[in-house]
């Protein structure tokens, strides 16, 4: 459980601050969780908690997206000054591309954030979120701001202000549209700098001063150390970042540097690379709101204890401490912590000193290495289940008397009251019964658990806003009393991960913390694709897998269909013995006459509750397991679609579901590999499909090429899709050259025109219209080439508003007897959201050539 800016770095506990899953405190206290069983604090970190203590300055810095934030910034202003310091990514990323693995959409998004995450426990800051979906790539901030809803996303900047209260607010862009400039990276400056006039007016907002009050920061930069941001300008601030880490030793630049490598999604497996050295590391800031700063970020700005009416004496206790602290024994200051506790507990209550005190309590627990552990067998818990906690209490100093007084978390029968003096070295444990309500929600990030609106995710409970992860599904309160002052000790059960995996990027284990606990259903169930293709009136059978995660489940099994769609039978029961068993159950469904489309959601009745869930597994070594339980559904699609050819090769790239989605138009498909580019390893097959970026992710292609090219020579059809022009493993990836860019087509809704229209692409067998460009989503096409020999056919041309045609996002060249085809064209997004003129399209380029 992470607190601070530089303790984020250790793990240790808290003092309870109310009830958790409704109070705004979360966003401090919860920012990557507790482990099952928090390890004493080296006297250093220590040490470093206690400067912290003692100063009360913040820093805010705003951005869009995941990866945008200035790591050396932070981690100069948390490691070095103590600062309170912290991220606000507009987005969660959810709109980009992958690097490792196939996810997408939600789910990539559900990564990032724990990516993010993982990134501010090495550099010491802390994370939020405001509602807004990253679309893709934006050439412009009106639309962004369009697509967003410019009122809910500024009010989500203003509600991560009132809630973390930072004295300065720092935009990783400028607000100015300049050429080039990313969309979102403009407007998140643009709402950054509207905030931060709102923040402290009453009169905006005020739905949130129920729980918060307006908090008005001292001044806002435009930080030209982070992605996009302004260059040099008459009365710019140029501070020094560099320094290094008083814990460690270790300079700023490599710690943020470290920060970086925690995402992977973005930049693949990047933890050998990008450690800076020593010395000094200056940045450009450009004032943009408040009076005006000469010397430092911080001019004029009190950022001890005397900011705090009658704080003082606290921040002179503070002092004291700090300048007498032993490292060879901390558990020595526990008195006078104790003196300063008491002397904060007379401060008027207010969100930063309340944080403080927490912290306060920490750093005694850390003196006198006191540990509470809540430990549970099995992390994933049914409703209407009960499971046993098992709660224990170590110290592992006698510097002053401490006794366990109870336990207390929601579901116990009622709370544990008992009074058992602690001695050295002699962990006490006591267990504790749990019922979980047979009514309570499934496990799924808040942000999920509605369906979005364009452009934004809702969430109901707006307390929730802005937190990074959703608070723990169970608390766990536990009651000390330290030296004869009453402590609450707040910590989250965990399971214990076994074996524990080990992060690339240290060698440490990433989830030595253990499993949070999950509230799942006592089934998941599954469809075998994403998209169901249904010609006009036709019938298909649809699929359903039931897997138990209970034993001895009984149920039935529905089929949700919308009307104008039929299926039969209307429901079937199945009954599964042991945990893991699962069954398929198949329902005849019947599209419309007319061409339709309709997501078919599966739900089993089981001990008279209903469930609709799936199950998704992420695990990666540099982040936490992520389980989401989102609704098991299935998109039916139902228009006209030519195919020719039988049998299809699949030649896998960064990620995506084309192969599914060939399977789904009825070709039989063979996965191939680099070794596989041979006149017997394509034999049999019409076309190669080659998926995204295989040209930058994958070492086993360019020496097997000119295998491939002779099966397009000998009257076989190849279509290459995009890659990045950057990281490229081999300058020729087809028969004729081209040239890949970073041109693209953010708008879905592109007038496409015909270049070649009498083309077979785009006649054989389904005639292509623009119709079929009717209904895309997220953006046309990517790094389009835009050199190329002219051996190549341009097929399409399109612009976003107010530039110039591009005409490289489908080339088609014939080979011999055979056709390659290099497109841009994002077909890895269109394909999965069902979109019937993706499809048919597609349909053609494969068939090209067959008859």
Not at 153 to 180: A, Q, W
Not at 526 to 543: G, H, K, M, Y
Not at 778 to 802: C, F, H, K, M, V
């Amino acid at each position: 459980m992470q607190l601070t800016s530089s303790s984020k770095s250790y793990w240790r506990v808290i003092v309870s601050f109310g009830l958790l899953a409704t109070t705004v405190a979360l966003t401090f206290a919860f920012q990557g969780g507790i482990p099952a069983a928090a390890p004493v604090m080296p006297a250093t970190a220590i040490e470093q908690q206690l400067g912290e203590f003692n100063v009360l300055g913040s820093v805010l810095y705003v951005a869009a997206h995941p990866d945008d934030e200035n790591s050396q910034l932070i981690t100069s202003m948390a490691r070095g000054r103590h600062y309170r310091a912290a991220y606000l990514a507009l987005t969660r990323g959810d709109g980009g591309q992958n690097a490792i693995g196939p996810e997408f959409g939600e789910e990539l998004g559900v990564i990032r954030t724990q990516e993010l995450l993982a990134a501010r426990r090495v550099d010491g800051g802390r994370q939020f979120f405001t509602r807004a979906i990253d679309f893709g790539y934006s050439k412009s901030p009106d639309e962004t701001l369009r697509i967003w809803d410019r009122r809910q996303v500024l009010s989500d900047v203003v509600r991560v202000i009132r809630t973390f209260r930072p004295d300065v607010v720092i935009t990783g862009s400028s607000p100015e549209t300049t050429p080039g400039q990313h969309g979102h990276h403009t407007a998140s400056a643009i709402l950054a700098l509207e905030a931060f006039k709102l923040a402290g007016d009453a009169k905006s907002f005020p739905e949130q001063l129920d729980y918060l009050t307006p908090w008005q920061p001292k001044r806002i930069f435009l930080g030209r150390g982070g992605r996009g941001g302004p260059g040099e300008s008459a009365g710019a601030l140029r501070i020094d970042v560099g320094g290094d880490d008083p814990v460690t030793g270790e300079s700023f630049s490599s710690i943020a540097g470290r920060s970086r490598t925690r995402h992977m999604t973005q930049f693949g497996d990047i933890s050998g690379r990008g450690r800076g050295g020593t010395g000094p590391v200056y940045q450009t800031f450009v004032l943009a709101g408040g009076p005006a700063a000469t010397t430092d970020l911080m001019d004029g700005i009190d950022t001890t204890w005397a900011r705090i009416p009658g704080g003082a004496e606290t921040g002179k206790i503070a002092g004291q401490a700090i300048k007498e602290f032993d490292q060879k024994n901390p558990a020595a200051s526990v008195p006078l912590l104790l003196s300063l506790r008491s002397k904060a507990a007379t401060l008027s209550a207010d969100a930063i000193v309340d944080e403080k005190r927490q912290l306060l309590d920490g750093i005694i627990l850390d003196c006198l290495g006191l540990t509470v552990e809540s430990a549970v067998t099995q992390a994933e818990v049914v409703p209407g289940e009960t499971f046993t906690l098992h709660n224990t209490v170590a110290v592992r100093s006698a510097a002053v008397p401490v006794e366990w007084k109870g336990v207390r978390a929601a579901g116990m029968a009622q709370p544990l009251q008992f009074s058992e003096s602690l001695r050295l070295n002699q962990p006490v444990s006591r267990d504790a019964q749990i019922r979980i309500p047979s009514d309570t929600p499934l496990s799924q990030p808040y942000w999920l658990r509605e369906e979005a609106a364009t452009g934004l995710y809702r969430v109901d409970n707006p307390r929730l806003i802005g937190l990074p992860e959703n608070p723990p599904a169970l608390p766990v309160r536990f009651d000390l009393v330290i030296g004869g002052q009453s402590f609450t000790v707040t910590t989250e059960p965990r399971q214990a991960e076994t074996p524990a995996q080990k992060d690339v990027s240290t060698g440490n284990a990433s989830n030595s913390a253990g499993r949070r606990i999950e509230i799942i259903a006592p089934v998941a169930l599954a469809f075998p694709f994403e998209v169901r293709l249904f010609a006009p009136a036709a019938t298909r059978s649809v699929a359903v897998e039931v897997r138990t995660l209970r034993p001895d489940i009984r149920g039935s099994l529905r089929l949700e269909v919308p009307a104008g769609w039929q299926v039969s039978p209307a429901a079937q029961s199945f009954r599964l013995a042991k945990v893991g068993d699962k069954t398929t159950l198949s329902f005849n469904v019947t599209a419309p006459a007319k061409p339709a489309a309709a997501f078919l959601a599966a739900q089993a009745e089981v001990n008279n509750r209903t469930y609709r869930n799936a199950r998704v597994e992420i695990r990666y070594n540099h982040i936490p397991p992520i389980l989401l339980q989102p609704t098991a559904r299935i998109h039916a699609v139902g228009f006209d679609m030519q195919t020719r050819g039988k049998r299809v090769g699949y030649l896998a790239g960064a990620g995506d579901s084309i192969a599914g989605a060939l399977e789904q138009m009825g070709y039989e498909v063979k996965m191939l590999t680099g070794a596989d580019l041979s006149v017997d390893g394509l034999r049999g097959l019409d076309a190669v499909v080659i998926g995204v970026r295989a040209f930058n992710v994958r070492d086993d292609l360019a020496s097997h090429l000119p295998g491939l090219f002779d099966f397009v020579k000998a009257g076989g059809t190849v279509v290459e899709q995009y890659n990045r022009p950057n990281g490229l493993k081999t300058d020729q990836f087809a028969p004729y050259g081209l040239r890949i860019s970073n041109d693209r087509i953010t708008d879905e809704n592109a007038v496409v025109t015909f270049l070649a229209p009498n083309h077979p692409v785009l006649n054989t067998p389904n005639r292509i219209t623009g119709d079929d460009f009717v209904g895309w989503v997220q953006e046309r096409g990517i790094y389009y080439p835009n050199q190329w020999d002219n051996q190549w056919t341009p097929i399409l041309a399109s612009s976003d508003p107010g530039e110039d045609p591009l005409k490289g996002g489908l080339l088609v060249a014939q080979y011999g007897e055979g056709y390659f085809v290099y497109t841009g064209l994002v077909f890895f997004r269109e394909l999965s959201a069902g979109v019937p003129g993706a499809y048919r399209l597609f349909a053609n380029l494969v068939s090209l050539g067959r008859k």
